[in-house]
Structures are given as C-alpha cells and as structure tokens.
C-alpha cells in the first residue's frame, strides 16, 4: 500500500517509451467504415454498455457528482478522506489526511465502466495506468472505495494489467520494456466491432470490390461458427479471472480460447462483475440440452437489453408453461419475468462491496446458471401470492 505522500503531487498522462511490440488485433477501424454496410446495427450499438466500457475523461462521460458538497468520500480513518474535483484541464481526485496535513492528486485519464452501474477510473503515469481509489456508484449517486483498495488509506499505485484492459477496450499497443509491459498511446477505446468479428480492413476493401457477394468474407460471422468459437467470443472477457496463456490482445474471434487463456480454476464459479458467468451457462440444463444454443440465443450485443420482460419469450421458445409443476398454483405467472427471477436469480457480489464510512453492502448479479432454485421460489411465492 502506498504511504501518505505529503504535499500535493498532480500526476498527468505520462509518455509512453515506443511501441516494439504490438499485441493488439489491427488497427481500429472505425464504425463509420463498418456503418457504410452495416447503418442499423452500428447506430444500435453505439448505444450499448459493450461500447461505452471504456472512454476518455470528459464531461460528458464522467458521471461523478463534483459539484461542493457531494464531492466527498469519507473513511472510517479519522481524518482522512478524498475530494474529487473538475478543473479547467480535466478531473481529478486527491486523497488528503487532516490530521497530518498530508495530500496527494491525481488526474483521472480514463474511464472504465459504462456507468450503467457505475465507474472507475485510470489515471497514466509513465505509459503506465493505475486505478485510482475512489469509484462512483451510478444508482445511488454516491462516491464509493474502488474494488481492491482497503478503506481509509490514501492509495493510488493499483496497476493495471494488460489483462484487465482486453476486456474493457478494444486494443492497446503493449511497448517492451526490461521489466514493465507499458503501453503506447496507440489505443481504441470501447468495445469497437473488430473485437468480436476480426479485423475488418480485408473484409471492406473486398466487399467495395464485391459489392454482390454476401457471404461475409475475411470476416468472423458467428452464424457460420461452431457453438464452442461462438462462446469462446463471449468467454474471453466473461469466464472469470483465467490466467494468460498467451499476451493480451492476442485472441481472435474463431480462435479457441483454451489456446490463450488458462482453465477455470477450481469450481467456485459464482456470479460477479468479473465472475464466470459462461461457466454458469455451461452448468445449466438448457445450455447441455440445447446444441444450437448459445449466448446470442437470448442476447443480442448490438442493442442496448435492459428489459427483463423482452428475454421471457425467449423461455417460452422452448418451455411449455402448462407443462410446469406449479402450473396450477403458479398461473399467469409463469408468462412473467417471475420465471427469470426465480431460475436466473440475482445473487449477492463476492467482490463488489461498498465500504463507506457508514455502511457496508453489496451490488448483486443475476445468475446464468439456470436451474431450479427452490429458496428463491418459495420467497417469491410469499413477495408475490
């Protein structure tokens, strides 16, 4: 853990050494060249949690309140606190101790999180990035600890891996260093199309040669791969914490992701915001009686699906309600978002805790493992007779 550094110390974006060894799947290409062909669904994306998981720091993509008053977060260490503040040239956050007078600020450079539910954010220093310690809270508005700091220390040397960014942008140029992995400033933010179709460059210089040909070459069309490369798109970034066996950035879809990243480890696989929820899937009897299923037969990545009635036909496509056990009992309900909550329920974060000077709780995460769960049903039962 860091100590408290006395005096202010302002940490902006650091320069990078440069790039010897790129690891990243191509060069961006931009959505307005995929859009050209593609209008509906990259204008529906654009609206997605997957493309705004990662940004720059600006107004409008830092949904922290910083207004006085609510720029706060208080620890349970007397005396030490953060204060979060917008300046003429950006964001920042400084961790002060008012016993000992001591401070230290830093500028927020990148935000990771769609703010669905909330934000974390980065901060460059020597073509480094580091977490900064304090989060914002979407739904109850509130300044929080970010997962992994202890509360009440003035802490901002939390690195962050190669690993974590795949998951939360599209490419990052990793330069070789003796004993570091830095990064260049030649990077792409969000989860931009070529993430999970490839390296489009190929594919739009044939398709402008080729303006009849349909078939999507040069190009990973997940209708035409198997159930395992289909999945294995998805799994990379929500499969849980694998270890790298290969460097980051460098899977493609229609590679075998056993090929990159090492097994699950153990069989602990729970729910969470970095949690294993293909491994869940996998575990339910609708995933192993259902060759054809896979995570696109409920989710469409290329709108924004937060309605949780929208995936009950879903279910019904092959569930029979009048065939259900407590078909009699159960009624109407079973048509209802009733049958998510009780075979997908939410389950309580292992990882996600918010510790405030107050309180202590947990965001929950609904499971993918869908199986009967007679705890849950017997409590909706009594919530909803």
Same mark, same amino acid.
């Given at each position: 853990?860091?100590? /408290?550094? /006395? @005096? +202010? ?8 050494? &440069? ?26 994306? +654009? ?8 940004? #720059? ?22 005396? !030490? ?16 101790? &008012? ?6 600020? %830093?500028? =927020?450079?990148?935000?990771? @999180? ?11 220093? *020597? ?7 304090? &989060?914002?809270?979407?739904? %109850?508005?509130?300044? =929080? ?30 330069? +070789? ?24 460059? #190929? ?15 040069? =190009?990973?069309?997940?209708? #035409? ?5 289909? %999945? ?12 790298? #066996? ?23 696989? %729970?729910?969470?915001?970095?949690? *294993?929820?293909? @491994?869940?899937?996998?575990? $339910?009897?609708?995933?192993? $009686? ?5 995570? &696109?037969?409920?989710?469409? !990545? ?13 279910? /019904? ?12 009992? =159960? ?44 705890? !849950? ?9």
């Amino acid at each position: 853990m860091w100590p /408290l550094v /006395l @005096g +202010a110390v302002v940490v902006g974006a650091g320069q990078a050494p &440069s790039p010897v060894r790129p690891t990243a799947p191509g060069a961006a290409t931009p959505a307005p060249a995929c859009r050209r062909c593609h209008q509906t669904i990259v204008d529906s994306y +654009a609206g997605t949690a997957h493309q705004r998981t990662s940004t #720059k720091a600006r107004r409008a993509t830092v949904l922290g309140d910083f207004s006085p008053g609510h720029n706060l977060l208080r620890t349970r260490t007397p005396g !030490v606190g953060f204060t979060m503040e917008q300046r003429a040239d950006g964001f920042y956050q400084t961790g002060w101790d &008012s016993t000992s007078g001591g401070a230290r600020t %830093v500028r =927020i450079d990148l935000v990771i @999180g769609s703010g669905r539910r909330g934000q974390t954010y980065l901060s460059w220093r *020597n073509g480094l990035l580091f977490e900064l310690p304090v &989060s914002y809270l979407t739904g %109850v508005r509130r300044w =929080i600890n970010s997962p992994g700091y202890a509360d009440g220390q003035i802490d901002f040397n939390r690195l962050i891996e190669p690993r974590c960014l795949e998951c939360h942008a599209t490419s990052f140029t990793i330069a +070789a260093d003796r004993r570091v992995r830095r990064y260049s400033e030649n990077f792409a933010l969000g989860v931009q199309c070529q993430r999970c179709h490839g390296d489009a460059r #190929k594919h739009i210089a044939y398709q402008a040669a080729h303006p009849e040909d349909t078939t999507a070459q040069f =190009i990973f069309n997940s209708r #035409k791969a198997t159930r395992d490369r289909q %999945v294995d798109v998805c799994a990379l970034c929500h499969s849980g914490g694998r270890d790298e #066996k290969r460097p980051a950035f460098s899977f493609r879809p229609g590679d075998s992701l056993d090929a990159f990243l090492a097994p699950e480890a153990g069989t602990d696989v %729970v729910p969470d915001v970095h949690g *294993n929820q293909v @491994g869940l899937l996998r575990r $339910s009897n609708c995933f192993r $009686s259902s060759p054809a299923m896979t995570c &696109s037969t409920c989710h469409d !990545v290329h709108q924004a699906q937060r309605d949780l009635a929208a995936f009950v036909p879903k279910c /019904l496509e092959c569930h029979d309600v009048t065939q259900h056990p407590g078909a009699d009992s =159960i009624g109407a309900r079973l048509t209802t978002t009733d049958c998510i909550d009780c075979h997908m329920p939410n389950r309580r974060s292992n990882t996600i805790r918010i510790n405030t000077a107050r309180s202590a709780t947990s965001l929950y995460f609904r499971t993918h493992e869908i199986a009967v769960y007679p705890d !849950v049903a017997a409590e909706l039962m009594r919530a909803r007779p």
